[in-house]
C-alpha cells in the first residue's frame, strides 16, 4: 500500500508564505495531496487562491482538498473536500460534490464509525501528539487510539497532530494510510526540505 505525505497549508501559524507557495513548496518536496485550510479569508478570496492551487496541483498529479468549504471545493474544481463535525452534513455534501473525494474529521472511534457509516471516503484521526497549530479541549489520542481506529473501520485513515520527522515512525508502523502535517512543513525554515525528509521516509518505510 502507497502511503500518502498531506500538507495542510496554514497562513495563521507563519506569515512568510501564500497558501499558494506553500502548496508549490510542499509538491517541491514530495507531497501527493495538499489540503487548504483557513478560517478566515472571505470566499471569494478562497475561491480564487483554490483555483490557482487546484491547477497546480492538476498539473503537478497531486491530489488537492478543501477544507470545511463544499462551496469553495466545488468552485474550484478541487478534488474534495475534508469536513469536520460542525460543517456541512457529509450525507449533504455527497448531494453537491457527487464522485468527489469527502473526508472527515474524527476524535474518537465512536465519530471515525459514524464517519464511514454517512460515506466518508477516508478519516483524518487526531490529533496523535501535542499540538500547537490549533488549540485542543481533549488529550492526544495516540499511537494506541489511532491502532484502535485502524482496527475497526475499513476506509483509509490519515494520521494527524504534532507528526514530524522525530515520531513519524511510531505513526507509520502503525500501518496507517497516510499521514497529514501542518507545522512541520509549514513553520519549517524551509517547507520544501521539510516535505521532502517526510516524503522520503514514509516511501523508505516498511512494516
Known amino acids: 500500500m502507497r502511503r500518502r505525505l498531506c500538507v495542510i ?117 487526531g490529533h496523535i501528539f501535542t499540538t500547537w497549530t490549533k488549540l485542543k479541549k481533549d488529550d492526544p489520542k495516540g499511537i494506541k487510539g489511532l491502532k484502535k481506529v485502524l482496527s475497526k473501520v475499513k476506509i483509509p485513515v490519515f494520521a494527524i497532530g504534532g507528526i514530524n520527522l522525530e515520531n513519524i515512525d511510531s505513526v507509520l508502523e502503525t500501518g496507517v494510510h497516510g499521514v497529514a502535517v501542518v507545522s512541520a512543513v509549514c513553520n519549517s525554515r524551509d517547507p520544501a526540505k521539510a516535505a521532502s525528509k517526510l516524503s522520503e521516509r514514509i516511501s523508505n518505510f516498511s512494516l
Open 9 to 125: 497549508t496554514d497562513t495563521t501559524i507563519q506569515s512568510r508564505y501564500s497558501h499558494y507557495i506553500l502548496a508549490r513548496m510542499a509538491i517541491d518536496g514530495g507531497a501527493d495531496m495538499v489540503q487548504f485550510r483557513d478560517k478566515n479569508m472571505s470566499t471569494a478570496e478562497m475561491v480564487k487562491i483554490c483555483n490557482q492551487i487546484s491547477d497546480l496541483c492538476k498539473k503537478k498529479n497531486v491530489m488537492f482538498i478543501v477544507n470545511d468549504r463544499v462551496d469553495v471545493a466545488f468552485l474550484s474544481d478541487a478534488d474534495g473536500v475534508h469536513l469536520g463535525k460542525d460543517d456541512v452534513p457529509l450525507k449533504e455534501a455527497r448531494k453537491l460534490l457527487k464522485d468527489k473525494i469527502i473526508g472527515a474529521t474524527a476524535h474518537s472511534l465512536f465519530e471515525a464509525k459514524e464517519a464511514e457509516r454517512n460515506g466518508a471516503d477516508y478519516i483524518g484521526f
